[in-house]
């Protein structure tokens, strides 16, 4: 599992010219699947993605986690993040999950944030949308189940 993520003051998703989701305050989290994630490694990012400490405390230093700062989740579908562009001119994709197990991955992932006292928001599988967000610091971290970078 994938996940590019950056601290955001505000966040909000569309499909069709229509509103899917809007966070403030948070975190934008763009998730791919591969088709061997299970459920320990939904529950790992989640809890990396829940406490990984990226808010400024009183010092100004990345103290503060989501959680602390009662931060929201834009969470976004994008199999591109296992996109392979080593060779020729077109990523291959082949690591990403099939799109019926992304799915199941994907609301299964959603359904454990949920759990969690933080709003969440989210675009629609397999769906063309556009994303806007206002990217403050800028902070983006990148996150792999694998832990390969």
Request: aromatic share 8%.
């Amino acid at each position: 599992m994938r996940i590019v993520l950056q601290r955001v003051s505000q966040a909000s998703v569309q499909v069709a010219g229509e509103l899917c989701g809007s966070i403030s305050l948070g975190y934008v989290t763009l998730v791919a699947f591969k088709e061997s994630d299970d459920e320990a490694t939904l529950r790992y990012m989640v809890e990396k993605l829940l406490n990984l400490r990226l808010f400024n405390d009183e010092q100004g230093k990345m103290n503060l986690s989501l959680l602390d700062v009662g931060g929201e989740l834009l969470v976004i579908s994008q199999f591109t993040l296992y996109g392979d562009a080593r060779k020729g001119r077109r990523p291959s994709y082949s690591d990403s999950a099939p799109a019926e197990a992304a799915e199941k991955l994907y609301d299964d992932f959603l359904e454990l944030l949920r759990k969690s006292d933080v709003k969440i928001a989210a675009g629609l599988f397999q769906e063309h949308m556009e994303v806007s967000l206002v990217n403050d610091g800028p902070v983006t971290i990148l996150l792999d189940s694998e832990k390969s970078f």
